[in-house]
Every structure is written in structure tokens, then in C-alpha cells.
């Protein structure tokens, strides 16, 4: 009778181990909850974005250039009646510019506020990455200039590079220099919508 009690026993335990195992795994699933990317593609490498700052991606229609403005700005487009400027992500990257052709897009997001067009080669897919799966970004690959990478996610055979938005468009341009040797910091400041739908570009530099 007491080895079926014990037995007993052990199987209310295992059972309760069970239950608390599956428990912990459901708040992990919770926790882990997926984090939506857009990947496109510049020259021969996979990028992404979150897809809470993204809007839509569009074909490229005439990019106005705009005297003065910063080297990573191509211009200038009109989406819809709302003129957005247009930075060149190449360009920012410090990738060799190329020309526009049928798979160019731009990624219209949203940084601060405000609506930019991101030129690139080619939008790709939207991604759904758990937290847990974003590799850092090597210590010996980064710079001073690199605090705009979020870290790798590798997909199959290939390896994404996950940018943060806002970073990105906080442009320390590396082609000017201050007097004591300095790069220039150059924000792009793009007022919010207005009534009249018009928006300006601004650079502005510190004294």
C-alpha cells in the first residue's frame, strides 16, 4: 500500500513539474514576442527597418535636387501631393552611389515626427524576428559612425543588417570638418505637416 502511495506521490509531482514547465515556456513564448522588420536590399547586402516607422515603399518618380542640402539627400519627390525629401541610403552607408533603375524603391518612413523617403536597390519582405535571434554587432566592426546598426539576424544562408531609424538620420556627414578636425553633425530638420501640405528641407550646422 505505501509503494502505490509513494507512486502516487511521484506522479502528482511529475505532473505539477509538467505544469509549471509548460507555464514558464507559455510566459517565455509571451515574452518573445516577435518583432516586425522590412528587409530591401542595398548593392549585394540584406537591411531592415521596423515596421512601425514604415509607411509604404514606392517606385521612384522624379527626385528633385536640392542646392546645399546635405550629400546623403538625392532631393526632393511629391507622394500624393506632400513633398518629402529623399535620402540616399548608399550614400549614407558610405556605399558607391548608382543609378536608379526598375527595382529601386523608396521606403517612405516616419523619424521624429516626420515623413522621409529612403532611397534603396530593392524592398524585399517583411520579417518577423524574436528578440532573442539579433546577434551584436562585432566590437572590432564598429566606429563612431556605426551607432545606427541594431545588430544581425541571420536568415538561412544570409545575414541581415538591423538599422535604428533615427540613428541613421542623425547624419555625421565624414566629408566636412570643424576647425579643430571635427566631423560636422548635420540633422535633417523636415517640419511637421502644415495646412498648405508644404514641406521645407533645412540643414542645420553648429557654429
Known amino acids: 500500500m505505501t509503494g502505490h502511495k509513494r507512486h502516487d506521490e ?63 539627400v538625392r532631393g526632393v519627390t511629391s507622394l500624393r501631393g506632400r513633398v518629402i525629401p529623399v535620402v540616399d541610403l548608399r550614400v549614407r552607408l558610405r556605399l558607391p552611389a548608382t543609378a536608379i533603375d526598375r527595382s529601386s524603391r523608396i521606403l517612405v518612413v516616419e523619424s521624429v515626427g516626420r515623413q522621409i523617403g529612403l532611397l534603396v536597390d530593392e524592398a524585399r519582405q517583411l520579417l518577423h524576428i524574436p528578440p532573442s535571434a539579433v546577434e551584436a554587432v562585432p566590437d572590432d566592426s564598429r566606429t563612431r559612425q556605426s551607432h545606427y546598426l541594431r545588430g544581425l539576424y541571420r536568415m538561412g544562408e544570409s545575414l541581415v543588417i538591423l538599422l535604428e531609424l533615427d540613428h541613421v538620420l542623425r547624419i555625421t556627414t565624414g566629408y566636412e570638418r570643424t576647425p579643430d578636425g571635427g566631423p560636422i553633425s548635420v540633422d535633417l530638420k523636415i517640419p511637421q505637416k502644415t495646412d498648405s501640405q508644404s514641406t521645407s528641407l533645412e540643414s542645420t550646422r553648429p557654429a
Not at 507559455?26 to 528587409?39: F, L, P, R, T, Y
Not at 515603399?57 to 522624379?62: E, G, L, N, P, T
Open 10 to 72: 511521484q506522479m502528482i509531482y511529475a505532473l505539477s513539474d509538467a505544469l509549471a514547465a509548460d507555464q514558464e515556456q507559455g510566459n517565455k513564448d509571451k515574452i518573445e514576442a516577435k518583432e516586425g522588420w522590412v528587409s530591401f536590399r542595398l548593392s549585394d547586402e540584406l537591411y531592415a527597418l521596423p515596421v512601425e516607422q514604415m509607411f509604404e515603399a514606392v517606385r521612384v518618380s522624379d527626385i528633385t535636387p536640392i542646392p546645399h542640402a546635405p550629400v546623403v
